[in-house]
């Protein structure tokens, strides 16, 4: 059977703090790095009973990177892991982010929050078979924003924060509207917190465009069997984790 | 005879693992990536409803930490007729053995249900949620001693498919239910289901489930389970027992066999590790090489005897 998902048990091969409280993964995985689409998870072992999601940020040779802000248990387990050491990694789950094919259409990155982590290795694909890309950013405030440096390496990037403390005050829907009353025809991928997608998706359907969602549900087992991260999608609910992450704004009841 | 093979009345099993239902989608499809399914004893079907359900808002579940989880999925299936028209054929190709798993809210619900598979010949059991303790009604059947016979009764006089109840721990006392099975002519009882449970959000100061409560899973529902295995293995030592609640590895399911299990199911570690059932199917088979076991079926209520002798490990 042709199948590209895998369950590891993966080795830290070192943990990075880019940022207080903000921290990269990197665990030695072969299987994972080598199938990897952008916008796809894993679940991973955080010394909680259930696994937990997280999305994959970049891959490096043989190695898959994991951004995460340290918030409870698990992302506190995570980030004290030391190298050599092993959890269970299961992965690359779900449907990431489709690139359209025609590359005259630029891609455009709507981030909120700890959002921005599915984007580096969505950006650097995108970026390495030729679209152009820009970035809108929207975070807290300045010791919220991570990978600028790397999001301006494949175009670029417009930032807003909640207080002001970096570039302009205000919400991430706010540029996107910006963007959109300049030029509908771009591809819109999104990832953030779920009131960040409810804005988004609907300034995406005032302008009548539809874009391309990262959904996030509480998720029990990540492979499509519990039934637990279900969304409305009509009047059925769909799994975020086979359906998705990655959705079509408009085929989903936000 | 195989070493693992198991018997459940006259049905013969290649093994005692079963996946437990609704913890492995429909009906297995999304774990075949990970192993054959045809290398467990069989697989429970998601709770098959006369028509499709769509189940409850989310959150569905949270995690207990250390425990388990605590789940509200509502039932959500596609209905028994899109199991069997686009589900069964799969199975069918992938040489499963399948255990059909049905939930109604009324008797006629029950009985529509099975009516619809009742001549087939592809199942080797019907397993009846008497137990779901998220949607209205779902637990009056295994309440009441009196509906668990009457729904069983129903079934049985319209199919010669053997049928398996699935009982609720949330009793006082599990034996009497079965009893009420018993009497009515089942063929097995998988005990138990989820138990009920609460978890707050100290945030909202709210339930954290919409429909407050929900079926508590995981490592910590162990001891309850093995206890009413126990109970009703001790009643009814002639009634094959499927054993569920916690079961993650081999050891686990060990306990459920000495306790008086004749079969076990795998649930909510299959959310964690797709490959559960077929680690603990192959601890199985290490245990019985070691105690130089001719059949695991010599495991089966060994608890209960007197001057049990502890094992020599083979070298």
């Given at each position: 059977m042709n199948f590209k998902q895998f369950l590891i048990r993966a080795e830290l091969v070192k943990n990075e703090?880019?940022?207080?409280d903000y921290f990269v993964s990197w665990f030695h995985s072969p299987d994972i790095s080598k199938f990897t689409k952008p916008g796809q998870f894993v679940m991973m072992e955080s010394g909680q009973y259930l696994l937990r999601p997280f999305s994959i940020y970049e891959i490096e040779k043989e190695c898959a990177g994991f951004l995460y802000r340290v918030i409870g248990g698990g992302t506190g387990f995570l980030s004290r892991l030391r190298p050599n050491e092993r959890v269970l990694i299961h992965g690359p789950l779900g449907k990431g982010f489709n690139f359209?094919?025609?590359?005259?259409k630029p891609i455009l990155i709507v981030a909120g929050g700890i959002g921005i982590a599915t984007f580096p290795l969505v950006a650097r694909s995108a970026f390495e078979s030729g679209y152009k890309i820009k970035t809108l950013y929207g975070a807290?405030?300045?010791?919220?924003?991570?990978c600028i440096d790397q999001m301006k390496k494949y175009g670029d990037i417009e930032i807003i924060t909640d207080d002001g403390s970096?570039?302009?005050?205000?919400?991430?829907t706010e540029l996107l509207t910006n963007e959109l009353n300049k030029n509908k025809e771009q591809d819109i991928f999104v990832c953030g917190p779920t009131p960040m997608l409810k804005s988004v998706i609907k300034a995406c359907n005032e302008f009548n465009v539809t874009a391309q969602v990262s959904f996030e549900e509480y998720m029990a087992?990540?492979?499509?069997?519990?039934?637990?991260c279900v969304i409305k999608s009509g009047d059925k609910y769909v799994r975020t984790c086979i359906e998705g992450p990655v959705m079509r704004s408009n085929a989903i009841n936000f | 005879m195989q070493l693992l093979e198991t018997k459940v009345g006259n049905t013969t099993f290649k093994n005692p693992v079963f996946l437990a239902s609704?913890?492995?989608?429909?009906?297995g499809r999304e774990l075949a990536p990970y192993f054959?399914?045809?290398?467990?004893g069989g697989i429970v079907t998601k709770s098959l409803s006369i028509k499709p359900r769509t189940g409850?808002?989310?959150?569905?579940v949270i995690e207990i930490p250390g425990c388990g989880m605590l789940n509200?999925?509502?039932?959500?299936n596609p209905g028994i007729e899109y199991f069997v028209k686009e589900e069964l054929p799969f199975l069918k190709e992938q040489n499963a053995t399948s255990v059909v798993n049905i939930v109604g809210e009324t008797l006629d619900d029950y009985i529509q249900a099975v009516d619809y598979i009742?001549?087939?010949?592809?199942?080797?059991a019907i397993e009846l949620n008497?137990?779901?303790?998220?949607?209205?009604?779902?637990l009056d059947f295994s309440q009441d001693p009196k509906k668990a016979f009457t729904v069983v009764s129903e079934i049985k006089k319209i199919t010669k498919i053997p049928v398996w109840a699935k009982l609720s721990?949330?009793?006082?006392?599990i034996t009497q239910i079965a009893k009420g099975c018993i009497d009515a002519g089942i063929d097995a009882l998988s005990l138990i289901n989820t138990v009920i449970g609460l978890a707050i959000n100290k945030w909202t100061?709210?339930?954290?489930?919409p429909r407050v409560s929900g079926g508590y899973s995981g490592p910590a529902i162990k001891p309850i389970a093995l206890r009413m295995v126990w109970e009703t293995y001790k009643k009814f030592p002639n009634t094959p027992i499927i054993g569920i609640g916690g079961i993650h590895n081999a050891d686990d399911a060990i306990e459920f066999l000495l306790c008086g299990a004749t079969c076990i199911q795998i649930g909510t570690a299959n959310f964690v590790n797709p490959k559960a059932s077929i680690e603990i199917i192959s601890g199985l088979e290490d245990y019985c090489r070691k105690t130089k076991?001719?059949?695991?079926?010599?495991?089966?209520?060994?608890?209960?005897?007197?001057?049990q002798k502890t094992v020599q490990l083979a070298h």
């Open positions: 703090e880019i940022q207080k359209s094919g025609n590359k005259s807290r405030s300045n010791n919220d924003l991570v970096s570039g302009q005050k205000g919400f991430v087992c990540g492979y499509g069997v519990c039934m637990s | 609704g913890t492995c989608g429909v009906a054959n399914l045809n290398e467990l409850n808002p989310t959150p569905r509200s999925i509502g039932l959500q009742k001549n087939r010949n592809e199942f080797a008497l137990s779901c303790p998220n949607v209205e009604s779902g721990p949330n009793v006082t006392d100061k709210k339930p954290v489930l076991l001719s059949s695991i079926t010599e495991l089966t209520g060994q608890a209960h005897l007197q001057n």
